[in-house]
Every structure is written in C-alpha cells, then in structure tokens.
C-alpha cells in the first residue's frame, strides 16, 4: 500500500524559511516523478511544483519560482520542499503526491497533507 | 499558462441522479486531462486519468470523456458517497492546472 506522510513546522513567521517533507512507502520512490501540490484555505488546488524521478529534473509554478525548492533523497525515499521568503499567499494545506506511472503527471496517490501557516 | 474552466461551480442533485461537469482548457491539451474527487478535510482522490481511463478501484458510474480543449466528467447515478467537490487537472504542459472545482451538493 503506498502511503505519503508530511511533516515540517506548521507556523512560520512572513519572510521565514521552512522544509517540509514527504516520507514515501509501499512503492519504488525512485521510480516515479513526485509533486507538491497545495490548497489555501477554502480554496481550490493549486500545483505547486514536481521532480522526476532521479531528481535531475525540476518543474514550479510561477507563484514560488525563485523561492521554493524541490529535491528529494531516493536513499531515504523522501521529498523535500526548501520554502524560502513565505508569504502570507503562502498560506495553504500542503499536499505530496506522486506521480501517475506511464508519462502523464496526474497524481493517483497523496498524503493527508500538512498545514503550513504564515503569520506574525 | 493553460487556463481550466470548470462549469457549474456548483451543482444540487438527488441520489440517483445523472451529473455532468464540464472542464475547458484554453488551449487543446490533447488527452492529458485528469478528474479528482474531494471530500471536506481529506486529500483529493484520483478518479479519471488520460481523459477517459478509470482509475483502479473507481466505480463504473464515473465516466471521463473529451479531448482538445472540451471535457466531461459523467456520474451516471449519484451515490451518497459522491456528495464532493470535483476539480479537473490539465498534464500537457508546465505549469501544471487545475479548475476552480465543482462542488456536489445534496438537492
């Protein structure tokens, strides 16, 4: 059975920096793309960004371009999201999903999801 | 960046009901459309994927269809458990979009 499990801090002060982080199981992490995807509260789902596979390859949306890493540790089978200078935008229900196997980057399994908070 | 358009934003029916939402991509996005079902406080979950393959596990009542810019999402027979918000998800090109959802009331 794969599960996704997140974890990271949930409060994080506006211009702060936080990981988060994906613990995957039940399947070959490094054989599928990963994806972080997020929902702000009451609101409707926003992609944030992907990974493939080996790790070489990196996809954001436009809105954490330049502030929001994705890596991942295929030894530890782990995603990881570095969110630097956060926002009150920011704001949102984070979510790892992976990826679909056969080349289309849908999401066929997610995590809970971890609320992250930007606030003073 | 390819914009989904989902119609209605909202829908009231009855059990049994045949429900039909719409999803329109700005650009044809060929096949590369998936449909996922949410319910309040869970994480979304993967109904249809290519436009029109059943995820395993899903019950025959959805039904994906479309390609291009134009999509739909069938629920032949609503079931009680199907009272959820539904968002279709383009997978052409980066960034990566979502529609705004369709939530899926008791009439």
């Known amino acids: 059975e794969v599960q996704l499990l997140e974890s990271g801090r949930g409060l994080v002060q506006p211009g702060g920096s936080l990981r988060l982080s994906c613990a995957a199981s039940?399947?070959?992490?490094?054989?599928?793309?990963m994806s972080w995807v997020r929902q702000a509260p009451g609101k409707g789902l926003e992609w944030v960004s992907a990974?493939?596979?080996?790790?070489?390859?990196?996809y954001y949306a436009d809105s954490v371009k330049g502030r929001f890493t994705i890596s991942r540790d295929n030894s530890k089978n782990t995603l990881y999201l570095q969110m630097n200078s956060l926002r009150a935008e920011d704001t949102a229900i984070y979510y790892c999903?992976?990826?679909?196997?056969?080349?289309?980057?849908?999401?066929?399994?997610w995590g809970q999801g971890i609320l992250i908070t930007v606030s003073s | 960046d390819i914009q989904m358009t989902q119609s209605p934003s909202s829908v009231s029916a009855s059990v049994g009901d045949r429900v039909t939402i719409t999803c329109r991509a700005s650009?044809?996005?060929?096949?590369?459309l998936a449909w996922y079902q949410q319910k309040p406080g869970k994480a979304p979950k993967l109904l249809i994927y290519?436009?029109?393959s059943l995820q395993s596990g899903v019950p025959s009542r959805f039904r994906g269809s479309g390609s291009g810019t134009d999509f739909t999402l069938t629920i032949s027979s609503l079931q009680p458990e199907d009272f959820a918000t539904y968002y279709c998800?383009?997978?052409?090109?980066?960034?990566?979009?979502f529609g705004g959802g369709t939530k899926v009331e008791i009439k």
């Open positions: 998800q383009q997978a052409n090109s980066f960034p990566l979009t």
């Open positions: 650009q044809g996005i060929s096949s590369w």
């Open positions: 290519a436009a029109s």
């Open positions: 039940g399947f070959t992490f490094s054989s599928f793309a």
């Open positions: 990974i493939s596979g080996s790790g070489t390859s990196t």
């Open positions: 999903a992976k990826v679909l196997k056969g080349g289309a980057t849908h999401f066929d399994s």
